[in-house]
T-cell receptor, first 113, second 113 residues
Framework: DAKTTQPNSMESNEEEPVHLPCNHSTISGTDYIHWYRQLPSQGPEYVIHGLTSNVNNRMASLAIAEDRKSSTLILHRATLRDAAVYYCILRAMNNNAGNMLTFGGGTRLMVKP | KAGVTQTPRYLIKTRGQQVTLSCSPI?????VSWYQQTPGQGLQFLFE???????NKGNFPGRFSGRQFSNSRSEMNVSTLELGDSALYLCASSLGGLRETQYFGPGTRLLVL
């Protein structure tokens, strides 16, 4: 599986935008980029995913570099509730891995009031 | 719709014992995956079940096993518990197709003394 690299931690102020980077230089053409987050004392939850084009949903935006070797999860206005560990995960389109998710270390986002 | 439920939420066992954890997926979901989360190793995939068949398996010893019932509920069993099995065990469900969004339960926290 292609590997992702994320900063261990980041800090943000409440109500400011947050840009969470992810490097995936060995990504293949059929890998989707998925983001999950894990709030304290909860299981991970899906945030967003994309292949080549930038994506938006009610939770966040995903900006994907043109060469797809990196991506950025954007929280437009961070709230205290967004404090969590954010995981960037690659999921291959064609493999036998079923629904297995390969989690890396993730980025712990701290939001200051 | 009710989310993924896991029982029990907390469990204390001693070395050498065995334990069974239960997971009820979201109604209509046919795939159930199990993960182990520890501070040292992070989130690691254990196995996935779909239509009562194991579809994929992670790199864990044979002491870890699972099964899925016809109503899609799943159980995982750990025999001959070791101290290192202390962890948060998470269950995730999805509709059943490949690379679908995974919906996680709150987890069962197992402490082995």
């Amino acid at each position: 599986d292609a590997k992702t690299t994320q900063p261990n931690s980041m800090e943000s102020n409440e109500e400011e935008p947050v840009h969470l980077p992810c490097n995936h230089s060995t990504i293949s053409g059929t890998d989707y980029i998925h983001w999950y987050r894990q709030l304290p004392s909860q299981g991970p939850e899906y945030v967003i995913h994309g292949l080549t084009s930038n994506v938006n949903n009610r939770m966040a935006s995903l900006a994907i570099a043109e060469d797809r070797k990196s991506s950025t999860l954007i929280l437009h206005r961070a709230t205290l509730r967004d404090a969590a560990v954010y995981y960037c995960i690659l999921r291959a389109m064609n493999n036998n891995a079923g629904n297995m998710l390969t989690f890396g270390g993730g980025t712990r986002l701290m939001v200051k009031p | 719709k009710a989310g993924v439920t896991q029982t029990p939420r907390y469990l204390i066992k001693t070395r050498g014992q065995q334990v069974t954890l239960s997971c009820s997926p979201i109604s209509g979901h046919r795939s159930v995956s199990w993960y182990q989360q520890t501070p040292g190793q992070g989130l690691q995939f254990l196995f996935e079940y779909f239509s009562e068949t194991q579809r994929n398996k992670g790199n864990f010893p044979g002491r870890f096993s699972g099964r899925q019932f016809s109503n899609s509920r799943s159980e995982m069993n750990v025999s001959t518990l070791e101290l290192g099995d202390s962890a948060l065990y998470l269950c995730a469900s999805s509709l059943g197709g490949l690379r679908e969004t995974q919906y996680f339960g709150p987890g069962t926290r197992l402490l082995v003394l």
